[in-house]
């Protein structure tokens, strides 16, 4: 075909030099039958015939008598908890339990007092303190309240840095340098007003170097109130029994928490014990409901419950990724549960995905309303269903229809049919807090070349009271071996053992204690580390921190710390200590001291070798 290239240029001359507006249309569907969407909605095929045989194949034709649920009817009985044992259940329970604190069961169950006080919080203690005596002392004019500051600080003010915390704790000495004669000592001023509370926590009288002063009275009630902020800021160790400062719930042999408590409700007292509290989340799972034995003291009153009578619409239970159940809608991609991987023996995940995929549409939700910190039992729950009928929804442990019962979300176990299946806890627990970096820290892991485990301390508290990583230490003994003068020659140097870090500390295996005779069960009871200088003297290396001793007031020379030989796995534990800041339900602030262990990262391996023979440049 032949065009002519001068009307071919004269078309585009022309198209160019016309306007042009550029449009689009949108696409809408439209019906057929004038505006009605009746048989878009219906989703007919050409087939139906086809369409109800793969209906019947995919069994969607044998249809339950039953109906989905739309109200349900929830009867049971609340009531508060009572009693707070710390530790494992001993032979007098109700003597060593004490009434239920006002703080957040977390706070109770770990709270220990540090053997030195963290400079930080010393410091900000201090300050809070100059800002009560401004307030109180406002009115008597500025020339009072500065003579009475200049005696707090002058008495009471952080001292300077000296040399040896300069050497240990660079930073620490930076922060003295701030803090000294600027800011009242905390510590050193409550040391002062020992013996000077009444039990109100009120200041009965001054110290001597603060009698002397003028406003003696706002300055007694300045400091009454300081006392009583500062007793419920910082938060002691809850019990009836132990010593020291350490948590009274802590158990040592285990590296981890246990404790009881006992609630109320319609049918009588529920103890609640937990025995393995480890990660510092405390919630209903950590319990477990028995029957005995009760800890309420002698003549104590009964305590009020609260009647649940909870009627309420139901909805279906939804959760990112789950199937669509309507026609040409997508799932949730932020969930993907068919690229789940699962080995044969993979039981758990395979029920999740079955869960999930195929019965997650079964599920709804019916949430009820309980008191903050308080013990749950059921009596009955009553479902209406679309066809108006109730339906009295049994426990999950009751047989039915010839099938054994199941457990899920209880706090017993499936063979109980009694009334502490139907329990549930709601615990004082805080929503959220404020956690601080590791006060200390330390690594259990094995060390099978040597046939031994290892307590290593990463982090301690250093002469402040503030975290020192341990590798920042003065005075830390080189591992670097020198060989004599007279042995330049010689071919072999023998060695007794090989050099370690002052932070390794061994526990070595031991026949466990209470035990039957014969038994080949094992303890891992620590032993101090034995250096060997140049000189030829000998020296025991023992830890620095709490953690690798039996308590904070045992004499770290002669305690030996036991560890049951189960608690450190393949993978080994690290436990810390760490600083939590939260609030509680009336709005207080509170700061506790506690402990959490979680799994390690494998095993270890130190090089420690007895009886060597090397050439001198190995040593």
Same mark, same amino acid.
């Given at each position: 075909?032949?065009?002519?290239?001068?009307?071919?240029?004269?078309?585009?001359?022309?198209?160019?030099?016309?306007?042009?507006?550029?449009?689009?249309?949108?696409?809408?569907?439209?019906?057929?039958?004038?505006?009605?969407?009746?048989?878009?909605?219906?989703? #007919?095929?050409?087939?139906?015939?086809?369409?109800?045989?793969?209906?019947?194949?995919?069994?969607?034709?044998?249809?339950?008598?039953?109906?989905?649920?739309?109200?349900?009817?929830?009867?049971?009985?609340?009531?508060?908890?009572?009693?707070?044992?710390?530790?494992?259940?001993?032979?007098?329970?109700?003597?060593?339990? =004490?009434?239920?604190?006002?703080?957040?069961?977390?706070?109770?169950?770990?709270?220990?007092?540090?053997?030195?006080?963290?400079?930080?919080?010393?410091?900000?203690?201090?300050?809070?303190?100059?800002?009560?005596?401004?307030?109180?002392?406002?009115?008597?004019?500025?020339?009072?309240?500065?003579?009475?500051?200049?005696?707090?600080?002058?008495?009471?003010?952080?001292?300077?840095?000296?040399?040896?915390?300069?050497?240990?704790?660079?930073?620490?000495?930076?922060?003295?340098?701030?803090?000294?004669?600027?800011?009242?000592?905390?510590?050193?001023?409550?040391?002062?007003?020992? *013996?000077?509370?009444?039990?109100?926590?009120?200041?009965?009288?001054?110290?001597? #170097?603060? #009698?002397?002063?003028?406003?003696?009275?706002?300055?007694?009630?300045?400091?009454?109130?300081?006392?009583?902020?500062?007793?419920?800021?910082?938060?002691?160790?809850?019990?009836? *029994?132990?010593?020291?400062?350490?948590?009274?719930?802590?158990?040592?042999?285990?590296?981890?928490?246990?404790?009881?408590?006992?609630?109320?409700? *319609?049918?009588?007292?529920?103890?609640?014990?937990?025995?393995?509290?480890?990660?510092?989340?405390?919630?209903?799972?950590?319990?477990?409901?028995?029957?005995?034995?009760?800890?309420?003291?002698?003549?104590?009153?009964?305590?009020?419950?609260?009647?649940?009578?909870?009627?309420?619409?139901?909805?279906?239970?939804?959760?990112?990724?789950?199937?669509?159940?309507?026609?040409?809608?997508?799932?949730?991609?932020? =969930?993907?549960?068919?690229?789940?991987?699962?080995?044969?023996?993979?039981?758990?995940?395979?029920?999740?995905?079955?869960?999930?995929?195929?019965?997650?549409?079964?599920?709804?939700?019916?949430?009820?309303?309980?008191?903050?910190?308080?013990?749950?039992?059921?009596?009955?729950?009553?479902?209406?269903?679309?066809?108006?009928?109730?339906?009295?929804?049994?426990?999950?442990?009751?047989?039915?229809?010839?099938?054994?019962?199941?457990?899920?979300?209880?706090?017993?176990?499936?063979?109980? #049919?009694?009334?502490?299946?139907?329990?549930?806890?709601?615990?004082?627990?805080?929503?959220?807090?404020?956690?601080?970096?590791?006060?200390?820290?330390?690594?259990?892991?094995?060390?099978?070349?040597?046939?031994?485990?290892?307590?290593?301390?990463? =982090?301690?508290?250093?002469?402040?009271?503030?975290?020192?990583?341990?590798?920042?230490?003065?005075?830390?003994?080189?591992?670097?071996?020198?060989?004599?003068?007279?042995?330049?020659?010689?071919?072999?140097?023998?060695?007794?053992?090989?050099?370690?870090?002052?932070?390794?500390?061994?526990?070595?295996?031991?026949?466990?204690?209470?035990?039957?005779?014969?038994?080949?069960?094992?303890?891992?009871?620590?032993?101090?580390?034995?250096?060997?200088?140049?000189?030829?003297?000998?020296?025991?290396?023992?830890?620095?921190?709490?953690?690798?001793?039996?308590?904070?007031?045992?004499?770290?020379?002669?305690?030996?710390?036991?560890?049951?030989?189960?608690?450190?796995?393949?993978?080994?534990?690290?436990?810390?200590?760490?600083?939590?800041?939260?609030?509680?339900?009336?709005?207080?602030?509170?700061?506790?001291?506690?402990?959490?262990?979680?799994?390690?990262?494998?095993?270890?391996?130190? *090089?420690?070798?007895?009886?060597?023979?090397?050439?001198?440049?190995?040593?």
């Amino acid at each position: 075909m032949a065009y002519d290239m001068a009307k071919v240029v004269a078309l585009n001359h022309e198209l160019v030099l016309r306007a042009s507006i550029v449009t689009w249309s949108r696409l809408e569907p439209l019906g057929l039958t004038r505006g009605d969407l009746t048989p878009g909605l219906r989703a #007919a095929v050409a087939d139906p015939l086809w369409f109800a045989a793969r209906q019947w194949q995919f069994g969607e034709l044998h249809a339950e008598d039953a109906g989905s649920p739309i109200t349900v009817a929830v009867d049971g009985t609340a009531g508060p908890m009572t009693r707070f044992h710390a530790g494992r259940l001993g032979p007098d329970p109700a003597g060593e339990s =004490v009434d239920f604190p006002a703080i957040p069961l977390e706070t109770a169950v770990e709270a220990e007092t540090p053997a030195v006080l963290p400079e930080r919080i010393r410091a900000e203690a201090g300050q809070h303190l100059l800002r009560l005596v401004g307030g109180a002392l406002a009115a008597l004019g500025a020339p009072v309240t500065a003579q009475v500051r200049a005696a707090l600080l002058a008495s009471y003010a952080f001292a300077p840095a000296d040399a040896a915390l300069a050497g240990n704790d660079p930073e620490g000495a930076a922060r003295r340098g701030v803090l000294a004669g600027r800011v009242v000592d905390a510590a050193r001023l409550m040391a002062d007003l020992a *013996g000077r509370v009444d039990g109100d926590g009120a200041i009965t009288d001054l110290p001597p #170097a603060l #009698a002397g002063l003028p406003a003696a009275d706002q300055l007694r009630d300045a400091l009454t109130a300081w006392n009583r902020w500062y007793a419920s800021y910082l938060a002691a160790p809850v019990g009836a *029994g132990g010593g020291g400062s350490a948590p009274f719930s802590w158990d040592p042999y285990r590296q981890e928490y246990s404790f009881a408590v006992q609630g109320r409700t *319609g049918s009588g007292d529920v103890l609640l014990t937990a025995e393995e509290y480890t990660d510092g989340r405390l919630d209903w799972y950590d319990f477990a409901a028995t029957a005995g034995p009760s800890l309420a003291a002698a003549g104590a009153a009964d305590p009020a419950t609260t009647t649940i009578a909870e009627r309420q619409l139901v909805s279906p239970v939804r959760f990112p990724g789950m199937p669509a159940d309507r026609l040409f809608e997508f799932e949730d991609t932020r =969930v993907y549960l068919g690229r789940l991987n699962a080995g044969p023996h993979d039981i758990a995940r395979l029920g999740l995905v079955e869960f999930a995929l195929a019965y997650g549409n079964d599920w709804f939700l019916a949430p009820v309303d309980l008191p903050y910190g308080s013990v749950c039992e059921v009596s009955s729950v009553a479902v209406r269903d679309t066809f108006g009928e109730e339906i009295t929804v049994p426990r999950a442990t009751q047989p039915y229809a010839g099938r054994p019962g199941w457990c899920m979300y209880h706090l017993t176990g499936a063979e109980d #049919a009694g009334r502490l299946s139907d329990v549930f806890v709601l615990p004082p627990t805080v929503a959220g807090r404020l956690e601080s970096e590791p006060v200390e820290e330390v690594v259990f892991f094995r060390d099978e070349q040597a046939d031994i485990v290892w307590g290593v301390e990463r =982090v301690v508290p250093g002469e402040t009271g503030e975290p020192v990583p341990w590798h920042r230490l003065a005075a830390q003994v080189s591992l670097r071996q020198s060989v004599p003068d007279d042995l330049d020659d010689a071919k072999l140097v023998y060695r007794l053992m090989s050099p370690l870090p002052e932070n390794w500390i061994p526990f070595v295996a031991v026949p466990a204690k209470n035990r039957p005779a014969g038994s080949l069960a094992t303890d891992l009871q620590r032993q101090p580390l034995i250096r060997f200088a140049q000189d030829g003297t000998v020296s025991l290396v023992h830890p620095r921190g709490t953690v690798l001793r039996t308590s904070d007031t045992a004499d770290v020379t002669t305690d030996r710390l036991r560890i049951a030989e189960e608690e450190v796995p393949r993978d080994g534990i690290v436990v810390r200590r760490t600083f939590q800041l939260a609030r509680t339900v009336d709005g207080r602030s509170v700061l506790w001291l506690g402990r959490s262990k979680t799994t390690g990262t494998g095993e270890g391996f130190s *090089g420690l070798r007895f009886d060597t023979a090397l050439p001198p440049r190995g040593v």
